[in-house]
Nanobody, 115 residues
């Protein structure tokens, strides 16, 4: 069983920055990829950024150039650096890990961008 714990969310003004962290319990063996999703009120959960075990990354168009996903395999941690934040980035952000084809989710961390 894998447990994910996110941190780093909060309230920030437009144009500000936040860095989210997600620590995964257990071994990194078998981990295929990790990613960050977000869910705004009344909307479906959407993929924001993902990073494969080999390091390749993916970003949704809305965050390209502003967000950076990275991982520290030694610490079983994935990060999401968010810069130039906009009000539309306001959401609960979730970390997801895929290990041996199973998906595991964190509890989410709230990000609120005020204008």
């Amino acid at each position: 069983q894998v447990q994910l714990v996110e941190s780093g969310g909060g309230l920030v003004q437009v144009g500000g920055s936040l860095r989210l962290s997600c620590v995964a319990s257990g071994s990194s063996f078998g981990v295929n990829g990790m990613g960050w999703y977000r869910q705004a009120p009344g909307k479906q959960r959407e993929l924001v950024a993902a990073i494969a075990s080999g390091g390749s990354t993916f970003y949704v168009d809305a965050v390209k150039g502003r967000f950076t996903i990275s991982r520290d395999n030694a610490k079983n941690t994935v990060y999401l650096q968010m810069n130039s934040l906009k009000p539309e980035d306001t959401a609960v952000y979730f970390c997801k890990l895929t290990k041996f084809a199973h998906d595991y989710w964190g509890q989410g961390t709230q990000v609120t961008v005020s204008s």
